[in-house]
Structures are given as structure tokens and as C-alpha cells.
Nanobody, 124 residues
């Protein structure tokens, strides 16, 4: 069973950037598709993006395309979420998630393992 720990959240001004990290342990990292989700106060958790096992394929929520990127380093068992040109509406708790996959897909749903989340606050 894989354990996930997010880091890198914090307070940033609108227009700024943050890079979140998610470190995995307890599993074979390269066998998992990885996803990022977020949950704003009073809202449901929403899909941000995902990355396939080998790091080549990525998928993003339409509204975030172009501002956010995802990458992974399988040697370091870590996935990253780079967020640029942040807006106040990006304020949320950000979660990473892992899903064991046989194929190099980028799922939006069905993740089995979740981190505890890291808070991102964007000030206007």
C-alpha cells in the first residue's frame, strides 16, 4: 500500500507561482498513475490533473490547461504540480492521489490512495 505526503503549499499573491510535491512510499511508484485534486471551502473535491506511469502523458481539467503542469520523477518517488499565474479562486486544499494501473493512462477518477492535503491560499 502506498502512502502519499504532499508539501509545498502556502500563501502566495495572485499572479504568483507555487510548486507542490507529493512523495510516495510503500509501493512501486512507477506502477501508479498519479493525480492531483483540490477542494475549496464549501465545494466538492475536483480533479486538477493526472500523469501516467512514465510521465509522458498528462491530463488536466479544461479550466486549468495552460497554467498548471504535472511532472514526476520515478527515481525520487515524487510527483509535482507546478501552478503558475495563480488566482484567488485557486485557493483550496490540494491532494495527490495514486492509482495502480496496468496501462499508461491518466485517470480522472477511481483513485485508491490519497494524501492528507496541503493548503494553498492565493491572496488578491
Amino acid at each position: 500500500q502506498v502512502q502519499l505526503t504532499e508539501s509545498g503549499g502556502g500563501l502566495v499573491q495572485a499572479g504568483g507561482s507555487l510548486r507542490l510535491s507529493c512523495a510516495a512510499s510503500g509501493g512501486t511508484f512507477s506502477r501508479y498513475a498519479m493525480g492531483w485534486f483540490r477542494q475549496a471551502p464549501g465545494k466538492e473535491r475536483e480533479f486538477v490533473g493526472s500523469i501516467g506511469r512514465d510521465g509522458v502523458l498528462t491530463l488536466f481539467a479544461d479550466s486549468l490547461q495552460g497554467r498548471f503542469t504535472i511532472s514526476r520523477d520515478n527515481a525520487k518517488n515524487t510527483v509535482y504540480l507546478q501552478m503558475n499565474n495563480l488566482k484567488p479562486e485557486d485557493t483550496a486544499v490540494y491532494y495527490c492521489a495514486a492509482e495502480p494501473t496496468l496501462f499508461n493512462g491518466t485517470p480522472r477518477t477511481g483513485y485508491d490512495y490519497w494524501g492528507q492535503g496541503t493548503q494553498v491560499t492565493v491572496a488578491s
